[in-house]
């Protein structure tokens, strides 16, 4: 045998080793999977708003419901809610007075939707599940995906409330133009569910930053940035500052790391640590990330203190302090 056809036997011998040894770690995560008490069905959302979504969502998992139903009814209390100034109805505007509104939607199949810089709608999460079930596309954006809302019967509306108006005009006063985000700032809703059926979907809905420059689109729209899910796996939703978590493709970045073998709360801290390993100026930002894996683990870290999230499992909502990196 010439020694090139060696190689190649030799080669093509090793890969299948390799295989062999991939497909053995899967069987082993997969019997790790069943040795553990499986928690379901469960719920998991950013922030203190994420107790009334997940209430929301609950009501569609403690009946059998679909894991995608719960998160999009649960993520649609927080757009309706006017005290929420991170989100849908009620958010603040861009600098120039306009609400412009990000969201994007996973189910357990894989599929995906979102719209971005989509104005006038008051629930943005219903037009990016639209875009995942009734268009072969992924992401429509700004007056596109406007005209798609209106084709599917949502009405416009305005969603500038009184209130977010007059703290704009104050805003307007310094027209201090300076895009960080401090713990105040957020509410932005990230949510996740495993329902009984052990399938996993993610929602993720948001105004972006208060005041950015029109036509900012931030990470909660982007699949694999604001949000991931992957049935066989998990799932992962970001909040914070979207511009380190595009960088890093952090939700993405989690599930793959749970892929790998990682639990989902020390996913969540590998995504942090390497925002801070990239992204000079990290210290300016806060980030936070929530995790869940088949067996109902789940994970959450953030960069600085007063991140929180609510989690209902067991039949009980509760809302819980995340760890975080800068102690
Ligand atoms: C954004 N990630 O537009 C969002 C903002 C956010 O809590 O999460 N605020 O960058």
Redo the contacts with the bound molecule.
Sequence with gaps: MSSRRNFIKKSGLASLGLLAAGAQANNMKAAAFKRKRIVKPLAISTWKNGMQANEAGWQVLKSGGRALDAVEQGVKVVEADPNDM?VGYGGRPDRDGIVTL?ACIMDETGNAGSVCALENIKHPISVARRVMEKTPHVMLAGDGALQFAKEEGFVEENILTEKAKKQWQEWRKTSDYKPV?NIE????IGMLALDAKGDISGACT?S??AYKMHGRV???PIIGA?MYCDNEIGGAV??????L?MKTLGSFLVVELMNQGLSPQKAVEEAIARIVKKIPGYQDFQIGYLAINKAGEVGAYSLHRGFNYALYANDENRLIDSDYYLK
């Design positions: 991170s990000d985000i700032n957020h509410d932005t948001t972006g930053l931030g990470d909660s604001g970001a909040t914070g500052m979207g511009e978590v």
